[in-house]
């Protein structure tokens, strides 16, 4: 059949793929709209796996909330441009709506599980993604919080999306408390929440390290126990969230603030996006020469 302009551009608006690329889909589908769609998909997911190699440490973190459950995601990508993308905001929003309600527990669960109830798979979707924009587009994580009505959710996004920090008080449905907290989080970048939740071993290996240095300047070996159970206390400063010098208030720790508000900090969880990725090098020589040699 005759493939029409009004074909191309109908099937362009559904994909948001080339005109060339349309039209070839709606050649080889012989105008089939639904079988060209799926052409097309297919093709994106051809796009995906020639750039599965690419370094994508770039991205942002997403916040979704419904109800009693939270989800913090990480969506990455190849550079900071796609970020500001519609697409790719859609696609972080689209990826949230459907954790928060369907719970998978890994994100290889997730990549299997429909996304529409149409029989497009998660990792499809984010694969039709990839050919639109044309970058390799990856979900790196995930953590889902639940509550009940009454406890609050605090979420903070940093410049975006930069830093994406979830909280749950307990005892209060005070928001914006617990977005404080969240900002905090962001700001100050705990590990823990109290000295409870820091592994025995990782405290065993600080009181020596300190212990070793009390020696090495010296001091006699009877303040010594003293001495590293005093610098011990900045150590939890450090890493915990409660034993911290809260950043909106300073002269309170903020434990004593959130106790101060009837409430109490259950858990909080923090991502910096790129964290422990491999950023890539850039090379502008070696990109051009890529590109001649395509």
Request: glycine share 8%.
């Amino acid at each position: 059949m005759a493939i029409t302009a009004k074909l191309v551009k109908e099937l362009r608006e559904q994909t948001g793929a080339g005109m060339m690329d349309c039209k070839k889909a709606l050649q080889e589908t012989e105008g089939d709209m639904d079988k060209a769609i799926e052409f097309l998909r297919e093709k994106g997911m051809a796009k995906a796996a020639k750039k599965a190699d690419r370094v994508a440490a770039e991205g942002l973190a997403h916040i979704e909330i419904d109800g009693n459950s939270a989800v913090l995601l990480e969506v990455n990508c190849e550079t900071d441009f796609v970020t500001k993308n519609d697409q790719f905001k859609q696609l972080l929003s689209d990826l949230g709506k459907h954790i928060v309600k369907q719970k998978p527990e890994t994100v290889e669960e997730a990549l299997q599980q429909q996304l529409h109830g149409d029989g497009e798979t998660v990792e499809k979707y984010i694969n039709a993604t990839v050919g639109k924009i044309g970058e390799k587009i990856s979900l790196r994580r995930f953590a889902l919080l639940n509550k009940t009505d009454n406890d609050a959710f605090g979420a903070y996004l940093h410049m975006g999306g930069s830093i994406g920090v979830l909280t749950l008080l307990e005892s209060t449905t005070d928001e914006d408390l617990a977005k404080d907290i969240a900002m905090h989080a962001a700001a100050v970048n705990p590990r823990y929440v109290s000295r409870d939740e820091v592994p025995e071993a990782e405290v065993s290996s600080e009181r020596e390290v300190l212990k070793t240095q009390a020696l090495n300047e010296g001091k006699p070996e009877h303040i010594v126990e003293k001495m590293v159970e005093g610098r011990l206390g900045k150590f939890f400063e450090e890493i915990c969230l409660l034993e911290q010098d809260f950043v909106k208030d300073p002269d309170q720790k903020v434990k004593k603030y959130v106790a101060g508000k009837g409430a109490s900090v259950n858990t909080f969880i923090r991502y910096a996006v790129g964290e422990g990725m491999e950023k890539r090098e850039e090379n502008f020589a070696e990109e051009v020469m890529n590109q001649i040699n395509q």
